[in-house]
């Protein structure tokens, strides 16, 4: 067995610019000057209502839980007027097949939500690469280890046997806390010493890197 679980956004999909805006949105509902897109990207990864309690330190967590809904909602509308785009960074695709052909079983851990998840994956055809999904629909948010742990038993594998990977800090720590091997990104929205300061044994610099360091 060996199995190798995935974030998502910022991973394997570029989708900043639906998720600033929905953000910039969900803090106009309120009144509120959004903060930098540089903030908001730092804060993908998290699920939404511990991403706004980053961007807003002093809300509480029935006005984090309201502007996460209405993030929801912005999101929604954006996707209904055909103005999300989340495609695959480019050799993406190659090495999750190349992987799944080599042996690999593949999962997905992440912030997003179990429709935006599906909706996602279909979109950019690869929902049928991945045999366990976990989201914040169901689990406490990254780096808590629930998510990855979940994923160990839905595919019948050990911690040492599975490695995690993103871009983020958020699934460094994840991985340490489960126990499982943690490899990071430089394409997405944390800096490769922060990946590296948190757990990551290495940070590939693209798709086709992360896929021969694996295979090998």
Request: charged share 20%; proline share 6%.
């Amino acid at each position: 067995m060996k199995l190798a679980v995935f974030d998502c956004d910022g991973t394997l999909v570029d989708g900043q610019a639906p998720i600033c805006e929905a953000m910039e949105a969900s803090f106009a509902a309120f009144g509120l000057v959004a903060p930098s897109r540089g903030l908001i990207r730092r804060a993908v990864g998290l699920s939404l209502p511990q991403a706004i309690r980053q961007l807003l330190p002093e809300s509480d967590e029935a006005q984090q839980g309201a502007m996460a809904e209405a993030y929801k909602v912005a999101f929604r509308h954006a996707r209904e007027e055909g103005r999300v785009s989340q495609p695959l960074f480019p050799g993406i695709e190659d090495c999750l097949r190349t992987l799944h052909a080599g042996g690999w079983t593949l999962g997905v851990a992440t912030g997003m939500s179990d429709r935006g998840l599906t909706y996602c994956l279909e979109a950019n055809g690869i929902s049928d690469l991945f045999v366990t999904l976990q989201t914040a629909d169901r689990h406490p948010s990254k780096p808590h280890p629930a998510m990855l742990e979940e994923a160990l038993i839905e595919a019948g594998a050990m911690p040492e046997q599975a490695v995690m990977i993103g871009d983020t800090a958020y699934d460094m720590k994840m991985a340490k806390a489960a126990g499982t091997r943690a490899v990071g990104v430089d394409w997405g929205y944390h800096h490769p010493r922060e990946l590296i300061e948190a757990g990551a044994e290495k940070v590939a610099e693209a798709p086709n890197e992360l896929m021969e360091y694996l295979l090998t």
